[in-house]
């Protein structure tokens, strides 16, 4: 460049084409950017679409195994008949009662002519689960059979896993937590409580 502000007509070209110059390979690199863009789209898509088969098979694995808890629960409550150390006449396995308000079903529900025990049973139990039991589902219980208002209720958690989280709960709440012990089930009920 040529002394102070002042450009020669070659400097002034010789920027120009430069600038031009600049200005096809932004072009190229923003062209390369599209496409990389549109390329990683595409396997966010792909990505997408076998996340989605992995949680349905997932999900139906984990449908899979909390039918067969339950299944072994009511077995084993059918044959035994007791919970908490009480006695009762009869089992209801997927109990369902129903009120004007909607319906309530219970995994494994447990009749005799002073008490019913209502058990849920999930594969993996998750510590809100437990607060729901004591808080919501007993009084919706209550309201949808009513022909056991004057029955005492207790409640229980059937599951193969529990952390301590869920037990600590359960028991703050009198809530039997229910085990598999080889073909059976061992039942921490010692804190259990009528409600």
Aim: proline share 2%.
């Amino acid at each position: 460049m040529g002394n102070g502000c002042i450009m020669t007509d070659q400097e002034l070209k010789d920027l120009v084409a430069g600038l031009a110059v600049s200005g096809e390979r932004i072009d190229r690199q923003l062209e390369e950017l599209k496409l990389r863009q549109e390329e990683t789209d595409r396997q966010m898509k792909e990505t997408d679409r076998k996340v989605k088969e992995v949680c349905g098979k997932v999900g139906g694995i984990d449908e899979n195994l909390g039918h067969h808890a339950e299944q072994f629960f009511q077995d084993v409550f059918e044959r035994k008949l007791e919970f908490g150390g009480i006695k009762y006449d009869r089992m209801h396995p997927n109990f369902i009662g129903k009120g004007n308000r909607g319906r309530i079903e219970i995994d494994i529900a447990l009749f005799n002519g002073d008490s019913v025990a209502l058990i849920e049973v999930k594969n993996r139990i998750h510590p809100d689960f437990v607060m729901e039991l004591a808080q919501e589902r007993v009084k919706k219980f209550r309201t949808m059979c009513p022909e056991y208002n004057s029955c005492k209720v207790y409640l229980g958690i059937a599951g193969f896993s529990f952390d301590n989280e869920v037990t600590d709960r359960a028991k703050e709440n009198g809530i039997g937590i229910v085990k598999q012990a080889g073909e059976s089930v061992e039942v921490e009920a010692e804190h259990l409580r009528a409600y």
